[in-house]
């Protein structure tokens, strides 16, 4: 069976540098009726488990550490036995959450991770945070941003460890590069396609300065 890619919402807040906000988080599950990945694991440790259903979970993968990507990925990995892999820059950003409880193991720029006959190649696309990554799956026509990149523009830059030319760079090298009909299913809100957000570019940049 081919894999396929499932969906859920959870709800809670995210706090950096003093400040707190409600947050409705995306986390997104790659697999096949055996076997899976999770990409997130923001507040809710049963309702991602309800779309894990009884797979066996391959690994959680943070596609960044502020803490409504990673709040439960501890749980979450002891509940599965599944590692918690994570781009070793944002270990400034991890430990601020889970200072006890280091990740399990590194994403790196072009790994590839397998999952059901499909693979996930990372892309280190930092700016939101330092170690934010975006996974590739080209069979799927897809790329999971996080944070890096929403429908509409880039991911927010105002806040410590984050920097604006730093994300605008990895938009337009790394991500704006994939094939135009490439979906793109990010951190929160709605889905988008790299084609549809390739010419506001510009936009983004004038805006940024």
Do not use: K
């Amino acid at each position: 069976m081919a894999a396929r890619i499932d969906h859920a919402v959870t709800s809670g807040s995210f706090s950096l540098d003093g400040q707190t906000f409600d947050v409705d988080n995306n986390v997104w599950v790659i697999g096949d009726d055996a076997e899976c990945v999770v990409l997130d694991a923001p507040h809710d440790v049963d309702v991602i488990r309800t779309v894990i259903g009884g797979r066996s979970v391959r690994a959680v993968i943070a596609t960044h550490a502020h803490d409504d990507h990673v709040r439960v990925a501890p749980a979450l990995a002891a509940a599965t036995d599944a590692p918690v892999l994570l781009h070793p820059a944002d270990r400034v950003l991890w430990d601020q959450v889970h200072p006890q409880r280091p990740p399990d193991g590194e994403l790196t720029d072009g790994q590839q991770l397998r999952v059901a006959g499909t693979v996930l190649r990372v892309l280190h696309t930092p700016g939101h945070s330092p170690g934010a990554c975006s996974l590739h799956a080209p069979d799927l026509g897809v790329v999971f941003t996080g944070d890096t990149l929403f429908a509409g523009g880039p991911g927010a830059t105002g806040r410590s460890y984050s920097d604006f030319d730093t994300i605008i760079a990895s938009i337009r090298d790394r991500l704006l590069t994939l094939p135009a009909a490439t979906v793109v299913h990010t951190g929160h809100g709605d889905s988008t396609t790299i084609g549809a957000e390739a010419p506001q570019l510009a936009e983004w940049i004038s805006r940024g300065h």
